[in-house]
């Protein structure tokens, strides 16, 4: 046998895996591989959720720092369309006449930090069904009831009572006793309540202390308590 021979039958006998080797092979698909340093991703995420917090705290932030309203203020007429809202009111005088209140006219008093108000005063005889007009002139203080979130007359005084065509003598008696019915009648009276969301807004700027009441030239002004510290009251 030759060598070309032996060589050719050394080929033939070679093995089916060797020819593979020398094939082509198809190209592999290289899945992504997670980051080996997720550090600077995890930064990226609080930092947005930060900003997303801020930006959700921003309003009450500029409320506390005085970049936004605190406050608000109730103007004249609404107050008076407040009160007059609480009238008539009646009440018995010894069994003898009912005293009627009606027809409230308000007015401010803000360097006293209360407010004024002069009524129609209507006296009806029980007996005989006699009826005497008059007026009637009074100023109150304001307080904040919390639990009702309710503004109202607070050390209520009467300073002038006067009644038409009543004899001298009975209108002196009558203007002598009339403010011990009159000053109960109308203390606590309700004049204005807030809403709940508003008064809980208020306090909750205000770090749970109540809100302040200032009577003002042109209304009632209800306030953020202020600071500890600072100068500011209550009406």
Known sequence: MTG?????RDGDMAPPRAWSILRPMPPRTRHPQPSRHPLPRRRACH?????ALLSAALPGLLSCAGGAPTGYTLPLARLHELLARRFPVTRGLAGL??????SPRLSLLPAANRVAAALELVLTERLGG?????????????RLDLQA????????RVHRLAIDQLP???QALLARHAPAVVEPLLDELPLYTLPPERLALLRQLGGGAAPVLRVLP????IDVAPARGAPGGSV
């Open 4 to 8: 070309q021979q032996e060589c050719a």
């Open 47 to 51: 930092r947005l959720l930060g900003a």
């Open 97 to 102: 006449a009912d005293l009627t209140l009606q």
């Open 130 to 142: 006699r009826r005497y007009t008059g007026a009637i002139d009074l100023d109150s203080a304001l």
């Open 149 to 156: 979130g309710a503004v109202r007359l607070s050390g209520v």
């Open 168 to 170: 001298p003598a009975a």
């Open 218 to 221: 042109d209304g009632l002004r």
